[in-house]
């Protein structure tokens, strides 16, 4: 069982940037892709991004292009997601994913994660 806890939400204002961190239980991160998702109020759960179990792979959402960095440290089994340049519509609640990947895929889609975080708040305001 692979338990994921994030941090680092808030509030920010717009131009700002939040770093958000999810903590994996131990020997999780090895071999595992990681991934960020988000879900804003009456929306359905958006892919923003994956990292790969080494991360030298790494994908973004085209909303989140440029902005946004995934990055990992396997020694502290942790995960980041570095927000710059926030936009008022990155409001939403950020989640982590995993899922089992020693070849290095990336994938996009919410249902091909196995285990989730509980969630931390981004509000974004203008």
């Known amino acids: 069982q692979v338990q994921l806890v994030e941090s680092g939400g808030g509030l920010v204002q717009a131009g700002g940037s939040l770093r958000l961190s999810c903590a994996a239980s131990?020997?999780?991160?090895?071999?595992?892709?990681m991934g960020w998702f988000r879900q804003a109020p009456g929306q359905e759960r958006e892919f923003v991004a994956a990292?790969?179990?080494?991360?030298?792979?790494?994908s973004y959402a085209d909303s989140v292009k440029g902005r946004f960095t995934g990055s990992r440290d396997n020694a502290k089994n942790t995960v980041y997601l570095q927000m710059n340049s926030l936009k008022p519509e990155d409001t939403a609640v950020y989640y982590c994913?995993?899922?089992?990947?020693?070849?290095?895929?990336?994938?996009?889609?919410?249902?091909?994660?196995?285990?989730w975080g509980q969630g931390t708040q981004v509000t974004v305001s203008s």
């Open positions: 994913a995993a899922k089992w990947d020693p070849i290095g895929r990336l994938p996009g889609r919410s249902r091909e994660y196995d285990y």
């Open positions: 990292i790969s179990w080494s991360g030298r792979g790494t």
């Open positions: 131990a020997s999780t991160t090895s071999r595992y892709v």
